[in-house]
């Protein structure tokens, strides 16, 4: 017999568990309470200037869950249960997926970067860096919600045992069960559909206005949809683009881009008239890109020690531009890749490398090879990443040495250390036939920038310890290769007939301001951050040294293959070119750097996008105080770079230098047939 303190434990277990079961019957409201926990948690990461979740964005968030688990009512309370389990784990993976995407690229992952995810296993080191304790906020649930699943999942067992055994027959009609069912799930969606369509719609009317249209940027998008609404939408608009309604340049938009490339050929072929224009023809290019390497750093010393001494002194040398800006999106690398070859702007979301390898552009390669230039480029990586073997081909490099061509005798982070990179592509160079072209992409100062203590020649006094400190080892690193490199072009005796060029690609991805400002020795404006992290530098050595200074006109990676063509005597007036060139006698008039969401410079005012596409409700900046001005005088300035933006976008996905091409071509051949 039990003692009466056994039977009060036992009562009070068959409570529980009674208590339990009935809360495992509210499962789908426990499955919205726990994801509206974690959307929040997301937006409170992520933490987005004027994003902030509103009640608005509750209602939708709310509807979006509707709509993604209405359909589970339908199911036997068990296969119910498992599932929203299921939907639970599957949503969660998604949301901390985008959180840890942000933080590197302060963008979502949509449907054309999951084409990118085999190299997911290559970022390895900095997905590491990426992840924080309090993540694991985001998956504390799961222990618990498996466990009661496992524990309800039983009890429902049980007691659909005893009512087999048991002779009740009072069983409510089967039909009336499913109807009920069928009833509350066609709520539940309604629910859904006006939770998630009423705001949006409303939106989309009013403060929001040609946001879906334009889609300048994935987080605007957010901004109205939240994180699982965007999925949903990014979902239907790639396959809106690429199976429903594929991609296909009408008449009227092959037209529009003709005439607009037209007009920016006839800048450039009116720049012909620049003595700089065909002032190095013949001369050997070398051009290197270089990993994460930012403006900021140039002329800086900490400690006494300049962080950049080599390339401090070449600029000395050559002609810098101090206002020159990466121009690149989703795809970093492959971004600045396809933009300084290319000079057409990369894509919002996604790369152009991987999404559209097979369409037609007029990059610097095949230009300088019709030239009668040999023409390679030389990457320690593998030369799948980021499809590179296919658009390489595409772009008519000669010869692509990837990782497989060199020797790893200097082991260091991803690959090759970059001072064995320059040696050893030296070395091939120096073979070359003459003239040349060659491209060279770094890759030692990759995120997450940790470097073995041998390697680490910079005291970063206070910042050591930090990825701020990582990345100034990293860039004074890559800065002490690049100086042994051109020591090693001069006694190759290259150097006296090469045309050298130095770029970075795109920013360091640390968003924390106070290493920067203190660095640089005072707080950062909102304009200054804003250059901060777009400006990279961009040095023109000419092998007599020529044109050397410091030029404060504005500049972007677009201009490159223009200014490339323009000193080699090679026009660029007719080919499908967005940039114009740099080193000239005097800077051209006008002048201004489109951003890839829509921001622009002439270095007189900055405009900075809104999140909603309409123009107006944008800022406009003074670029030299930080100071607001009026918003009437980036207006026109924000018309252009939305035209460019679109313009490059079409050309890009409808392939619409390829279409040109083939219009020329067949009339090329009408002009034959008739003179024949």
């Known amino acids: 017999m039990e003692r009466p303190l056994q039977q009060a434990a036992r009562r009070g277990l068959h409570v529980s568990a009674g208590l339990l079961v009935r809360f495992l019957a509210a499962d789908l409201l426990s499955f919205y309470v726990l994801m509206m926990l974690k959307l929040f948690m997301f937006d409170r990461f992520i933490n987005v200037p004027n994003m902030a979740m509103n009640v608005d964005d509750v209602f939708v968030a709310l509807g979006t869950l509707a709509l993604a688990s209405f359909w589970t009512i339908l199911l036997p309370k068990r296969g119910r249960m498992i599932t929203l389990v299921v939907l639970n784990l599957i949503l969660t993976s998604v949301v901390y997926a985008d959180l840890v995407y942000f933080r590197y690229f302060q963008d979502l992952i949509s449907v054309p970067v999951l084409t990118q995810a085999g190299q997911v296993e290559s970022l390895g080191d900095s997905i590491d860096s990426l992840l924080g304790w309090r993540d694991l906020w985001f998956f504390a649930d799961w222990p618990f919600v498996i466990a009661l699943s496992i524990i309800g999942f039983r009890a429902i067992g049980r007691k659909n045992k ?77 396959a809106n683009q690429h199976w429903i309604h594929k991609a296909v340049a009408s008449d009227d938009q092959i037209n529009q881009a003709e005439e607009w490339f037209k007009e920016r050929g006839d800048v450039r072929r009116s720049l012909e008239a620049d003595p700089t224009f065909g002032e190095y023809k013949g001369s050997n290019v070398i051009m290197v890109q270089a990993e994460a390497f930012m403006n900021f750093v140039i002329g800086q010393s900490i400690g006494g020690q300049e962080i950049t001494p080599n390339l401090n002194k070449l600029i000395t040398e050559s002609a810098y531009f101090d206002n020159f800006s990466h121009q690149t999106s989703q795809g970093r690398t492959s971004d600045a890749d396809f933009a300084v070859q290319c000079s057409v702007q990369p894509q919002p979301s996604g790369s152009v490398f991987i999404q559209y390898a097979q369409n037609d552009f007029d990059c610097t390669p095949a230009a300088l090879k019709a030239a009668g230039y040999s023409t390679s480029v030389f990457h320690a990586y593998d030369g799948g990443f980021w499809n590179r073997n296919t658009m390489y081909e595409r772009m008519q490099y000669d010869t692509f040495y990837s990782r497989k061509h060199f020797t790893i005798d200097e082991p260091l982070g991803w690959s090759l250390g970059d001072n064995s990179f320059f040696r050893q592509s030296a070395d091939v160079m120096s073979e070359q036939k003459e003239p040349f072209y060659s491209f060279l992409i770094t890759l030692s100062s990759h995120h997450p920038y940790t470097l073995p203590a041998s390697y680490q020649k910079l005291d970063v006094g206070s910042f050591k310890g930090t990825m701020f400190g990582d990345y100034l080892q990293a860039v004074h690193y890559v800065d002490e290769s690049l100086g042994n490199f051109v020591e090693q072009l001069k006694q ?141 005088g980036c207006i026109d300035g924000a018309k252009e770079a939305r035209k460019e933006l679109s313009i490059s976008d079409m050309t890009v996905q409808y392939n619409i230098i390829g279409r040109l091409n083939e219009i020329a071509a067949e009339a090329q051949n009408n002009s034959t047939a008739k003179a024949s």
Request: proline residues 5%; charged residues 20%; aromatic residues 12%.
């Open 162 to 238: 005893a009512a087999r055994l048991s002779f009740n027959t009072r069983k409510s009609p089967a039909l009336r069960r499913w109807l009920f069912r069928v009833s509350f799930m066609l709520i539940v969606f309604a629910t859904g559909i006006t939770l998630v369509f009423v705001p949006v719609n409303i939106a989309k009317r009013t403060w929001a206005q040609g946001l879906f249209v334009g889609n300048w940027w994935n987080l605007s998008i957010y901004n109205v949809t939240g994180v699982l609404g965007f999925h949903g939408y990014d979902v239907y608009r790639y």
């Open 492 to 632: 190759e005796g290259l150097w006296d007939h090469t045309i050298f060029l130095f770029y970075g690609d795109h920013d360091n991805s640390i968003r924390d301001w106070e290493p920067f400002e203190q660095l640089l020795g005072h707080p950062l404006n909102e304009v200054e951050r804003e250059q901060v992290l777009k400006e990279v530098p961009f040095l023109v050595h000419l092998p007599d040294g020529k044109h050397a200074g410091t030029y404060h006109n504005v500049g972007g990676q677009l201009d490159v293959s223009p200014t490339i063509m323009h000193l080699l005597d090679i026009s660029s007036a007719d080919l499908h070119k967005v940039g114009t060139p740099l080193v000239l006698s005097k800077p051209l008039e006008g002048k201004k750097v489109v951003y890839r969401n829509g921001a622009f410079t002439d270095g007189n005012v900055y405009y900075a996008p809104p999140t909603d596409g309409i123009l107006e409700h944008g800022t406009c900046y003074d670029a030299n105080s930080g100071k607001t001005v009026d918003i009437a």
